[in-house]
């Protein structure tokens, strides 16, 4: 499917079933000028699907008693003088519940009663870690890639990134490199982490089988009380939790997160019942957006129709 589906397929897929890899494939370039080959480890930005990640960071420091998720924001970042502060709380902030879309503008409801996903929330949840655990959110994030061996994954910084392949924006397939990355280092908690897909299989290996997380901690990352719909998710609304969405009311249930922005896109699955992975990471996006995230769509529903899930 990967080889002749159109708009083309560009990237590189791992499933990985009970921590053994069952299929890896990389198709495409890294660099399309020099006609580079994407590898197994080439590096991407996985965008969005850092937000799991720093939502882990946050629970990790909940269980160290440094941070109360039913507190206000305006405890852990003192310095800010909206009156919103005082009522948008760090559970809202991590379920996208918050009603922030400016620091300067009003809210766009009260905290609690809707969901608008943004950019902004996880940025705001960096600058929490590093208040509480008085690092920055890179050397918090980078020791606990270190301490699971996830070699290939750091945070994005402008002069370390060698390795990083090209983002790519196709338009009927002709590819123009994204030059100038929308990563700042105020949104390296929401958007800025950069991972390969066989790091994030021992991630997902880590984190939902109890290595990271406490068992409450992680029950509170996948409980929901908002529900959002998102097309890789399907057509319905689903459960919205803390940088992950849950599909409960159907079989098989799974939870995962995708990415999206500076010419990639990332889609990070996991289904606890069979203990699959399923991780595609692209260096590519569709300028037609009805085609964004095509492939990963089409890659999961043969997942779905195959035996591997049971």
């Known amino acids: 499917m990967i080889k002749v589906t159109e708009p083309k397929f560009n990237g590189v897929v791992v499933i990985s079933k009970k921590g053994k890899t069952v299929y890896s ?27 799991q990640i720093t939502a882990v960071l946050i629970l990790k420091e909940v269980e160290k008693g440094r941070i109360d998720l039913k507190s206000p924001i305006k405890k852990y970042l003192p310095y800010l003088t909206q009156p919103w502060a005082d009522s948008v709380t760090v559970h809202q902030l991590l379920n996208h519940s918050h009603g922030i879309t400016d620091l300067q503008k009003p809210l766009l409801f009260k905290p609690g ?4 996903y943004g950019n902004l929330s996880y940025g705001l949840l960096g600058q929490i870690i590093a208040f509480t655990a008085k690092k920055s959110y890179s050397e918090v994030a980078n020791a606990l890639f270190k ?11 402008q002069n370390e990134n060698k390795n990083l392949v090209s983002g790519y924006l196709n338009t009927n397939n002709t590819f123009k490199k994204v030059e100038k990355s929308i990563i700042t280092p105020e949104s390296v908690a929401s958007n800025g982490i950069i991972s390969t897909v066989n790091d994030l299989a021992i991630w997902n290996n880590n984190l939902h089988k109890g290595k990271i997380l406490k068992p409450e901690s992680y029950q509170l990352m996948i409980h929901y009380n908002i529900k959002a719909q998102h097309n890789v998710f399907g057509k319905e609304k689903q459960g919205y939790g803390y940088g992950l969405r849950i599909v409960d009311k159907e079989t098989p249930k799974y939870r995962g997160h995708t990415g999206l922005g500076d010419g990639f896109s990332s889609v990070n699955l996991y289904f606890p019942k069979s203990d699959v992975s399923l ?19 089409k890659i999961k529903n043969i997942l779905l129709k195959s035996d591997v899930l049971n």
């Open 279 to 297: 991780i595609i990471l692209e260096n590519q996006t569709n300028e037609n957006s009805d085609l964004l995230y095509n492939a990963e769509i």
């Open 113 to 116: 009663t809707d969901f608008k």
């Open 25 to 51: 494939k990389a198709q495409g370039f890294a660099d399309f000028e020099k006609k580079t080959a994407l590898t197994i480890d080439s590096e991407f930005e996985i965008m969005s699907n850092t937000r």
């Open 147 to 157: 301490k699971l061996q996830m070699k290939n994954t750091f945070c994005y910084s």
